[in-house]
């Protein structure tokens, strides 16, 4: 129904930035909320930032005043700006979109992209 393709990631030192982009296709009207989720190794995954489709932004305390979540509707793209990088924010970042579709609630998510920062 949803189909999601993150790219952008990779290997920064601290301090440094990334923009991690999360490229949307298929029923894209039937989205209600859009995120960016991230998974370090040995720990669940945990919601970074959450965007309505009403245009209301939350962010996880941890990256807040760093990160930035985006969209481009032109591009179908949802972007995750992420300054002021950390250790701690090692992590696969996953891009995810909830809505309904036919009456029935989905959930699509993306490959994940590789966030590594060094100190």
């Known amino acids: 129904q949803v189909q999601l393709m993150e790219s952008g990631g990779g290997s920064v030192q601290a301090g440094g930035s990334l923009r991690l982009s999360c490229a949307v296709s298929?029923?894209?009207?039937?989205?209600?909320?859009m995120g960016w989720y991230r998974q370090a190794p040995g720990k669940q995954r945990e919601l970074v930032a959450q965007?309505?489709?009403?245009?209301?932004?939350n962010y996880a305390d941890s990256v807040k005043g760093r990160f930035t979540m985006s969209r481009d509707n032109a591009k179908n793209t949802v972007y995750l700006q992420m300054n002021s990088l950390k250790p701690e924010d090692t992590a696969v970042y996953y891009c995810n979109a909830e809505g309904r579709y036919l009456g029935r609630p989905f959930g699509s998510w993306g490959q994940g992209t590789q966030v590594t920062v060094s100190s």
């Open positions: 965007t309505t489709s009403g245009g209301v932004t």
């Open positions: 298929g029923r894209i009207l039937s989205i209600a909320v």
